[in-house]
């Protein structure tokens, strides 16, 4: 048995539908719909999967793809858990980890989605795919279709990260940009794929990229040797990497893998927008949209997700709270990470430091308590964020160095 898949499920209303078609929103409410497994069914112990492959398919038990033929891989998962001794002493912390989701193709944790999506799509017979993205899903999704021989439309804000686009064109996606925002490419790539063959893959459309998304749940329990950390950080726009990793731990508690409670869940939001963050402290079951979203943070700027309620109640269901950061925080931690631990992390990636910095300091997080963020992406993709002051000095001068100072 390759999947353990047993149906779709409907979070909202609980309607059930069939996994093995194609399938969108739920037909009763227009929710996203959710991948349910026959937990009882899978057939291997944990101890099994240490002789598989360091890739997200060594759980494909728990992944909706029915037959290995259609697994379409360019190597991703097993990402390195970093221990960061000296960013946790900067932040009072004893046991702190980073994973480190920017050395994933394409460079962001968009891959996940993307490997387990595309892969899905494929064989379920779909053969041309659009979404709305902020970069890096276009960029990931893109890759994974080339790979497939699927064709790809992609339809991101002018404003979102250059490097995306490039990486979007050379895999041979087709390329909108959009004068707007993520939410307005949304409206114009649901309009233009209605009654036509192309199947709308923007998040939480379709219920597979979560199911990607979740194996960072599944590594961080297998990396720890089977065990929760306290808390896990995580900078949230569509909110799927953050639902994602309580679906992918609920399903180990499930199989007898892992043992409670659930790490309480850390949603970071940048302070240009933060719509969950609002709902959250509101105790709202879901979001306002947000006005003139703004932030460096490109890849969490979305204004009003469709999965809003479901990153509320994994907040709420987990004892997790909603941070908001400022750019000028982020980037500063940037600069910081980099210095303390040789990690350029994305911006994204870099808000989390602040929100931590943030929770210790109001008391959220007790000192001894075990801590991981989760670098979603490779700062790579956004070298504006360290500005670079380098002396120039002509081929035939000189320069002197200081006495070495140990740090
Ligand atoms: C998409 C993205 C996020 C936000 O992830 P969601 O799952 O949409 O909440 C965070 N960081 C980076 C680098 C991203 O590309």
Redesign the pocket.
Known sequence: MFTALSHLYCPRCGATADAFVRQGLCRSCGSPLLARYDLSSVPIRRSALADRAPDLWRYHELLPVSSPEHVVTLGEGMTPLLAVPRLAAALGLERLWIKD?GLLPTG???AR?AAVGVSRARELGIRAMAMP?????GAAWSAYAARAGLEMLVAMPVDAPTITRVETVAAGGRLVLVDGLISDAGRLVSAAVADTEWFDVG?LKEPYRIEG?KTMGFELAEQLGWRMPDVVV???????????IVKGLMELLGLGWLEGPLPRMV?VQAAGCAPIVRAFQAGAGSCEAWPDARTV????T?PK?LGDFL?LSALNETAGTAVAVTDAELLADVALVGRLEGLFL????AATVAAVRALVSSGWISSDEEVVL?N??SGL?YPGTVPVDAPRIAADGEFHLPPAESQ
Do not use: D, Q, Y
Request: charged share 10%.
């Open positions: 989701e962001s944790f968009k989605g993205t902020n970069g890096n899903a998040t998304k995580h900078p949230t726009g569509g909110g799927v990497g953050l639902i994602g949603c943070a490109f890849g969490i979305v997700p990153v994305c911006p994204e990636g989760l979603t992406g993709i």
